[in-house]
């Protein structure tokens, strides 16, 4: 995590602006306010309220207020979701949520919940919607959502440029976002890779694991390993 969060606050501009796409508490936002500085944004979404709250507390700890957190979810469309009522992450063994919280003898990965059917609701926006400019990176850790979040967000990506770091997914994590949140054929068939190829972005590849948890860390009393999902680096050409 550490490695990844240095080499993203490298193309952080101070006085520009951040999108932190599923911020869970704040693990990068903090720190990409403080390179943005007091003139910069932070748009640090986490649609989970648990989380949401922690992210909030953060910011008033730090004194960052130019963080502007936000419980929504990104999507395609602006609308309601849910969240999954399952725990999807392998943190618990597929238990309901609810019982999971309420199991002592369970190590909850709280950040890893998705997008689903049976949890919380929340309202989705697009990115686009916002208007943003000045945008120098977008950070994107949203368990299987990547395809509709960045469907919504063309527009900005078009206009700013910005460096993107996301996860690809396992095909089985994202087949069941996709299916849960009766996506439209037209995101389904959307290509985030080719999309980007198109604007002259180039993709690096930076490893197996999400951007929160150093590679091949293991969680959970299942012992399960977040394998199967790949650290992203899409350069704009400006950056390369």
């Not at 909030?56 to 957190?69: D, H, K, R, S, V």
């Not at 890893?112 to 943003?132: C, F, H, K, P």
């Not at 396992?170 to 999309?195: S, T």
Request: hydrophobic residues 40%.
């Amino acid at each position: 995590m550490l490695g990844m969060r240095s080499l993203l606050l490298d193309d952080v501009r101070q006085g520009s602006v951040v999108v932190d796409a599923g911020a869970n508490m704040g693990d990068f936002t903090i720190f990409f306010a403080a390179a943005a500085g007091p003139t910069g944004a932070v748009y640090a979404f986490e649609p989970q309220a648990r989380m949401y709250q922690l992210l909030c507390t953060n910011m008033i700890i730090n004194g960052l207020l130019q963080i502007q957190p936000m419980r929504n979810a990104l999507s395609h469309e602006p609308g309601q979701l849910q969240l999954s009522g399952k725990v999807t992450d392998g943190s618990a063994g597929g238990m309901a949520y609810k019982d999971a919280d309420r199991n002592d003898k369970v190590n909850l990965n709280y950040g890893g919940m998705r997008l689903g059917v049976g949890g919380e609701t929340v309202q989705a926006i697009t990115l686009d919607s916002l208007n943003l400019t000045d945008v120098s990176l977008i950070k994107v850790d949203i368990q299987g959502a990547e395809k509709p979040m960045f469907y919504g967000a063309q527009e900005t990506i078009k206009r700013n440029l910005p460096v993107i770091a996301y996860e690809k997914q396992e095909l089985a994590m994202a087949a069941a976002v996709d299916a849960e949140l009766h996506l439209p054929q037209h995101v389904k068939d959307f290509n985030v890779e080719v999309f980007l190829k198109a604007l002259g972005y180039t993709t690096q590849d930076a490893g197996y694991d999400n951007i929160m948890w150093p590679a091949g860390r293991q969680w959970g009393t299942s012992g399960a390993t977040a394998t199967g999902r790949r650290r992203m680096l899409a350069l704009p050409p400006r950056r390369r």
